[in-house]
């Protein structure tokens, strides 16, 4: 499906290589001084870019402007739904490109992510989502946190995303490097979005809506900067899966008899799985003894194979040295799917999304 007729930039048409379409770069930042000029300088040659800086008390708007892109400097904090809400309308985005693509303040992109990204733009595709890797410099090699999040992204988008994009059910979009039809994000980014994880709500409003489908462009590559502490790892975890939670309530999905639902209803009983499998395991090899040691050797075993799986697939052969600190936070992982759980509970929803980013490097 051909997008609108192109009056943009050449930025755009050489990025795409398809002179049909425009597209926009938009970051919301706050306090990014230090990341945002690699994040711009990835885009720029790209597409037009814009930067909302939300009430940011660095030099975030200078560095941003001096890497190329078009700034918004915000006097409050308003949170990263409400700058993107506000530089979405006040410089009509929406009606002057076919297609924007939203990214972190921390990520970068390849040089030809936009151009992969919009050849999924197929009919009746709303939402394109790059694939996410994590950020993983030298001088941070051996830290545990940065190896972990780079083996679930890798195991996530090689198995369950890629299995979602082909069905059509998608539940879960790259807030850090999604690219969004224009018209369709004009339609789901709201000033203040009721879950404290916008794009879990931009994911559902736009299934719930009935907008198009969404996505999984692997071949559209994006760095991204993950937690180097337990604290931070811990934090941006629980915001994640409270989110998701919050919007499996709000948006109430199990509910209808749709693709969607039926396939959302399976994951939540794999999550089920993933959080009381490995206790019953260990609660059975403790009162059966030596009889149940096949469990604990099926644990070993899988977490074994799929990290040097990962490790080949990656080439981050440290990866296979990690695999202790990976297992073992792996089971820390499923304390704060409970931890989301109860906070769901206590606070299904939100008045504000403002945030506190992780240590950027």
């Known amino acids: 499906m051909r997008l609108l007729p192109s009056r943009g ?45 939300d009430g940011s008390r660095d030099r975030t708007g200078a560095v941003a402007r001096a890497a190329g892109a078009h700034v918004i400097e915000l006097t409050e904090n308003v949170g990263k739904p ?18 924007i693509a939203i990214l972190d303040d921390d990520t970068t992109i390849a040089p030809n992510f936009i151009r992969k990204a919009v050849e999924r733009f197929r009919e009746g595709v709303a939402i394109v989502v790059g694939r996410t890797m994590t950020r993983w ?30 069905l059509g059910v998608m539940n879960c979009i790259s807030g850090s490097n999604s ?11 709201i000033e203040q979005t009721p879950y404290i994880v916008d794009d879990t709500y931009w994911t559902l409003e736009t299934h719930r809506r009935k907008l198009g ?11 991204v900067c993950d937690p180097l502490t337990l604290r931070d790892w811990y934090r941006q975890n629980l915001r994640w899966i409270w989110g998701m939670y919050q919007g499996i309530a709000g948006h109430h999905v199990g ?15 794999d999550w089920c799985a993933y959080v009381f499998g490995m206790p019953i395991a260990i609660g059975l090899a403790l009162w059966l003894g030596w009889f149940s040691l096949h469990l604990v050797l099926f644990y070993a075993i899988g977490y074994a194979a799929w990290t040097l799986l990962a490790a080949i ?30 906070k769901t509970i ?7 999304c403002r945030w506190v980013s992780p240590v950027r490097y």
């Open 179 to 189: 690219v969004f039809r224009s018209s369709v994000l004009a339609q789901i980014a």
């Open 255 to 269: 509910r209808r008899v749709t693709r969607f639902d039926v396939a959302s209803v399976l994951l939540m009983l």
């Open 82 to 99: 409400a700058a993107i809400h506000h530089a979405l309308t006040t410089l009509r985005l929406a009606e002057r490109y076919d297609a």
């Open 213 to 223: 489908r969404i996505v999984y462009a692997p071949d559209a590559h994006a760095w």
């Open 313 to 342: 697939a990656t080439k981050k052969w440290r990866l296979a040295a990690m695999l202790p600190a990976i297992a073992v936070i792996d089971v820390i992982y499923r304390v704060v799917f409970v931890h989301a759980l109860v």
């Open 9 to 53: 930039t050449d930025h755009a048409r050489r990025a795409t290589g398809v002179e049909t379409t425009r597209v926009a770069v938009l970051v919301a930042s706050k306090d990014g001084a230090s990341t945002i000029g690699a994040t711009v300088a990835s885009a720029v040659g790209q597409a037009d870019v814009f930067v909302v800086s």
């Open 137 to 166: 410099p030298h001088e941070n090699r051996w830290n545990v946190w940065l190896g972990s999040r780079a083996y679930a992204y890798w195991r996530y988008q090689a198995t369950l995303r890629r299995g979602q994009s082909a």
């Open 346 to 352: 206590r606070e299904p929803r939100v008045t504000s």
